[in-house]
């Protein structure tokens, strides 16, 4: 069966995600390494996220407005086989991503001028070795930036009300792991990676209002260790079905900068709140002849164990379709791409011990697109 083409199809649309578990925004996506061939890839996606809601606390029915901006996220990745058992690959991707600001006034509404950016990098040098055509293994090295800035204004957050953190960029290495078994006369191939966990310590800046409230200090934070199960297998002439699961310990995730840790009661004191996540894939794709090939697939994110969120996170799971294709330009080049719906869990945001709902976010939803180039050498 000759399954090229297909592949490029059944590319997931992870370049142009609409926010994935916690802040997932890549997927930590190693699929370039099971390439035929030496190939680079070159992916950019554009995602447009409508999420607003109703302040139910300090200014009951004021709606927030949209608190998330539109955002877009580039990935390269290059594969080269060294022989018959050794390849290797390079990926450079942005793992995690946060962009959000609540409209508003902090002093008249709940959660008015709350604000959120995560940014990140990561760079991933992985080798795979062949047992033989059916078992092999990969393993390597990820370094990954991370830096952030967090706000809480309103009055749902009261004397942390004008709060801001100010996280510095750091630098810290992980490590990857994981096997796959393939039929190739049937296109099956099974693969799980595990990404380690990566201990970033960011120097951070404190202050209410604009004034310091702490000396500068340490803030550690824990990108967390996930597992990627991804599979695919033809079940037809020219029809392979593919799927994947991601697992990701966000729970593990705590950021407590000292000021903050000293003003709220109880252990575990966390600017972020994020259940582990669970995005599931499932779907279909179809050669129609040399040049063309397309796809269709369903997703779902787990919502969380009740739906009060942290306000930095104002949605409770997730479910999308996506449609895509690929087109074949030469022997050398192929084009792919998709198009997105997620719809978005409804949820509260809360604030305070016991935790208080402060606002109430439902029929959102977002749009994102993404296109990919491969180019074999």
Known sequence: MKTQIIAAAAVTLSAASAQAGGLDRSGQN???LFEEGNVVEFSLGFSSPSVDGTDTFAAPGTQ????????????????????????????????????????????????????????????????????????SVHGGLRYQTLSANVTLSGLAFGGLNGYNAAFDSSGAWGYVLGAAYEIPDI???????????????????ETVGGVPVAP????????????????????????????????????????????????????????????????LEIGV??????????RVAVGYQRSGEDNLVSPLAPTDGARYISVGGAYTINEKMTLSGGIRYTDLGDAFPETGTPDVARA???????????????VKF
């Open 285 to 294: 794709a179809r050669r129609f002849n040399d040049k063309w090939a397309g």
């Open 64 to 135: 927030t407005g949209n608190v998330t901006d539109n955002f877009l996220i580039w990935s390269t990745a290059l594969k080269y086989d060294i022989d018959d058992q050794w390849s290797l690959a390079l990926v450079i991707d942005e793992p995690y991503g946060l962009d959000l600001r609540y409209p508003g006034d902090g002093a008249a509404t709940s959660l008015g001028g709350t604000a959120a950016v995560v940014d990140s990098s990561a760079v991933t040098a992985i080798v795979r070795y062949k047992f033989n055509d059916r078992f």
């Open 360 to 374: 109430s976010f439902s029929g959102n939803s977002a749009l994102s697109v993404g296109l990919k180039l491969a």
């Open 216 to 279: 500068t200090s340490v803030t550690e934070i824990e990108a967390p260790e996930s597992f990627n199960l991804s599979f695919q297998s033809g079940i037809a002439a020219n029809t392979l079905l593919f799927g994947s699961i991601r697992y990701a310990l966000y729970e593990d995730t705590i950021t407590s900068p000292t000021f903050f840790d000293s003003q709220i009661a109880g252990p575990n004191s966390s600017l972020t709140d994020i259940d582990q996540g669970l995005d």
């Open 187 to 205: 296109a099956l191939r099974v693969a799980l990676t595990y990404n380690s966990a990566i201990t970033h310590d960011l120097d951070t800046t």
């Open 30 to 32: 190693i699929g370039v």
